[in-house]
């Protein structure tokens, strides 16, 4: 890695200003997916260290909510600016901490600045209302205030900008924080605290903690400082999570797992469907919670689809994503290909062909070739969980109402996508797919201005857009009398 701003690569905790290590000293090394070398270490703190991060950002709280939205937006704006003028070195920490190729690293540096930039603007419009009241002598005022301590918990698969996704709303409105990302991934989240300290974000306001993630999440959920807790990863621990914050009755936010389909219907165009499909399902090296897991292709160009989609696939560069050309890294860690090979294994034993792939690579360690697996029966694993991997699954079918169907079958409703130039059909599709969030004629829908999230077991909230600025507010009713 050659970073220029050397100050940006920390490997101590940012708590209350300061950069510390962990009580007894304890570390976690952290390493690079692609070489599987040890790049650093972070310390390995607990729940004594939580509890002094929670308390840090309470103690900040009066002083940070008492600044004017406007002088809280301009310390927003310097951070943007920052993260932006230190965007190439922020992408190299990235790419060696979590391999995704150095272009979607820049491009994710991007994509997370642009929360700030959108929260900092939008800080300024927290608005209330007045009602009118049904008693002549009184009003209805109803106003907006910050919720309190938020408490974000961040994946590995994105690691700078699902922090200020989180982030950036709260600290608009007034909330300090404390984050805990992942331990695969912790240097670009220290990184951007090392800038947010230099773009003015006071002492306390934004507090990093690296360490055991159960006894962390633990302290985080059940502390009653804490008045809201977001979280970004599998549906699983969302849920232990859910069930601790229930005991101080949390506000939360949940971003948890998807099991996309991409459905791409007999009138569709086909070049644009593979251009889609492959920017949704290997993305990342398909280690997205939006990425396409069940690829639904009209019987009418099934052939078609797949001659083109094949072609696409194999002419994929996997490698060290340090490589400029590189465009599909590692998978994160071993435990991550077993599932992969897992999937694919199990597919093909229940009467599905590989088309492309459908093995570890030439490189070794977490590199998988990327794969299509095609005549995928509803049998196979890979039909009903997420792999998290870059494996395409396709499935034919006839009729919208059996493909719909299809696609709503599953406990997840994070993301799908579909193609089709048919208005009629447009509408009906987007209406009846129960998912959160519809990419038509696209794969690719991720961006601050949009409400980002799902519903069933995919999530609870919504982030960036306006609509993310709600999940850090309580709202306040006044009856005024006697007018
Ligand atoms: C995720 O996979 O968790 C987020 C992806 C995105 O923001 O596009």
């Not at 918990?153 to 909330?175: D, E, H, Q, Y």
């Not at 360690?365 to 396709?394: D, H, Q, R």
């Not at 969030?437 to 306006?466: C, D, H, Q, W, Y």
């Amino acid at each position: 890695m050659e970073i220029k701003n050397t100050d940006l690569f920390k490997e101590q905790c940012y708590i209350n200003g300061e950069w510390v290590n962990s009580n007894n000293n304890e570390i976690i090394k952290v390493n690079n997916p692609a070489t599987l070398e040890i790049i650093g270490k972070v310390p390995k703190c607990g729940a004594e260290e939580t509890k002094v991060a929670i308390e840090a950002a309470n103690t900040s709280w009066n002083n940070w909510k008492g600044k004017s939205a406007k002088d809280r937006s301009i310390i927003l704006r310097k951070w943007f600016d920052l993260i932006m003028s230190n965007q190439e070195d922020l992408a190299q920490i990235m790419t060696i901490e979590q391999g995704k190729p150095i272009n979607e690293s820049r491009g994710e540096i991007a994509y997370g600045a642009s929360f700030v930039e959108l929260y900092a603007e939008e800080s300024k419009r927290v608005y209330g209302d007045i009602i009118p009241d049904p008693l002549l002598d009184r009003r209805i005022v109803v106003i907006k205030q910050p919720i309190g301590v938020v408490a974000a918990i961040t994946p590995w698969n994105f690691p700078s900008s699902m922090i200020t996704r989180k982030c950036a709303p709260a600290l608009a409105v007034g909330c300090p924080v404390v984050i805990k990302p992942a331990s695969q991934t912790p240097f670009s989240a220290l990184a951007l605290a090392v800038l947010a300290e230099e773009a003015g974000i006071p002492k306390g306001v934004l507090n990093i903690i690296t360490g055991n993630a159960n006894e962390i999440g633990q302290e985080l959920s059940v502390s009653p400082i804490v008045r809201k807790l977001s979280f970004t990863g599998s549906t699983k621990i969302g849920k232990i999570l859910l069930s601790q914050c229930a005991s101080t009755v949390k506000k939360v936010s949940m971003e948890l797992g998807g099991h996309a389909p991409f459905i791409v219907f007999e009138d569709a165009n086909v070049d644009d469907a593979v251009l889609g499909a492959m920017q949704s399902k290997f993305r990342n090296s398909g280690q997205t919670c939006v990425c396409a897991n069940r690829l639904f292709i009209h019987e009418k160009i099934y052939d078609e689809f797949l001659k083109k989609f094949t072609v696409a696939v194999s002419k994929i560069k996997v490698g060290n994503g340090l490589e400029e050309d590189v465009v599909s890294g590692p998978l994160i860690d071993a435990y991550s290909l077993e599932k992969v090979k897992e999937h694919v294994k199990d597919a093909v034993n229940t009467g599905a062909k590989i088309a492309v792939g459908g093995d570890m690579h030439e490189l070794g360690g977490n590199f998988y070739k990327p794969t299509i697996i095609s005549n995928v029966t509803t049998k196979a694993k890979i039909t009903y969980e997420e792999t998290f991997g870059p494996v395409a699954p396709l499935y034919k079918f006839k009729t919208e109402e059996e493909v719909i169907k299809m696609a709503n079958n599953t406990p997840y409703g994070l993301a799908s996508y579909f193609y089709s130039r048919d208005i009629g059909r447009i509408w009906r599709v987007s209406e009846a797919l129960e998912y959160g969030m519809v990419g038509v004629n696209t794969g690719l829908t991720s961006k601050a201005e949009i409400p980002f999230g799902g519903i069933k077991e995919s999530g609870l909230g919504r982030e960036g857009s306006r609509y993310g600025l709600d999940d850090f507010l309580e709202i306040k009713y006044i009856n005024m009398a006697g007018i």
